[in-house]
């Protein structure tokens, strides 16, 4: 993409889009040429403008002579122009003092209320998705296909899952299986009996691996049990002029809110990738509205990625700002929530 803007357009589309950030208002090439630093007439800012417009970076809303960046423009922007600036100090003191590890869930919404604080703007944290272990499991036949899984944990709590099974499996096999399972894989986690049971099952049957992988696969859904995520500071998004003077923004984002499977996905999405992820618009795959971006991190505990902590807002944000903070947060909540 960077072959398609020499030099001159980038301080140009990056002028624009900062100035936009800054005012808000459709920025006309006279802002431009204020502050860009460029010595270029108003007829080539001009054929510039038109060369981004035709790229799709940039569009004219009907109203005004002044650009816009477009999302395709944003992600130009946040991928290839955007500078962060270091965290300022005052913030990093409040994210600093605001994560106390002596309380895990604590922890977890104090995060995503300082994200908010400190951008007002929207702030989520996925709670942690942690592995759950089992001392031993039962498998009860409830009708043909319809399996009740027991699961009793190391600390003696009792937990259970149905699983649908596309064979019929005899009372005895299914007593076999328990026993498999509990005989080689008592105290440890689905997600790494999973891992173990790919190359050691070989000599089980077939349709017995099937009903452990279905059993594992509800062993894992339990680990993600309860509130999938925290959110503060929604209310913060309904003040902004951007999302709110649409109404069919803001039922779109309101929808983002209430369909917790969207964020859920986009939380799930920022898991797997490495560092600061900014999702603008749609394009995560997942519906967003275009003018909300999500700017997101994964955090750890000991070690393992277990959630991701974000920031929902405009995509008009300040992103040089809010992608630090992001950083900052995900690290001091790792940190707060691993053993040292």
């Known amino acids: 993409m960077n072959s398609m803007l020499d ?6 589309l990056k002028t624009l889009i900062e100035r936009y950030i800054a005012e808000g208002q459709p920025i006309g090439s006279r802002t431009l040429s204020k502050y860009s630093g460029l010595d270029l007439s108003p007829a080539t800012i001009r054929n510039v403008m038109a060369d981004l417009e035709e790229l799709g970076f940039i569009a004219s809303p009907h109203t005004s002579a002044g650009r816009v960046p477009t999302p395709l423009g944003y992600r130009f922007f946040v991928d290839t122009l955007l500078v962060i600036k270091p965290l300022e100090s005052n913030a990093l003191l409040r994210i600093e003092g605001g994560l106390h590890p002596d309380n895990p869930q604590r922890v977890i919404q104090a995060a995503s209320q300082l994200l908010s604080q400190l951008t007002q703007f929207a702030g989520v944290v996925m709670t942690p998705r942690r592995a759950v272990t089992f001392k031993h499991i039962e498998f009860l036949r409830l009708s043909e296909k319809r399996i009740l899984m027991i699961v009793v944990t190391p600390d003696g709590d009792v937990q259970n899952r149905i699983l649908f099974t596309e064979v019929e499996y005899r009372p005895g096999e299914l007593i076999e299986a328990a026993n498999y399972i509990n005989q080689n894989y008592s105290g440890q986690s689905f ?12 000599e089980v049957r077939h349709d017995m691996t099937q009903l452990m992988n279905a059993a594992l696969d509800a062993g894992s859904a339990l680990a993600e049990g309860g509130e999938q995520y925290v959110i503060s500071g929604e209310r913060n998004l309904f003040a902004v002029r951007d999302l709110s003077q649409d109404m069919g923004r803001l039922k779109q984002l309101l929808e983002l809110f209430e369909r917790k499977t969207s964020l859920i996905k986009i939380l799930d999405l920022a898991l797997r990738g490495q560092g600061v992820q900014i999702f603008i618009g749609g394009e ?8 909300v971006s999500i700017v997101t991190s994964p955090y750890k505990v000991d070690g393992e990625v277990v959630g991701t902590v974000g920031v929902i807002g405009p995509t008009r944000m300040a992103y040089e700002r809010v992608v630090p903070i992001v950083d900052v947060t995900a690290k001091l909540l790792t940190s707060a929530l691993s053993q040292h």
């Open 284 to 291: 995560s795959g997942v519906v967003a509205p275009d003018d």
């Open 191 to 202: 997600e790494d009996v999973r891992a173990r049971l790919q190359g050691e099952v070989r």
């Open 7 to 12: 030099k001159r357009a980038q301080i140009l």
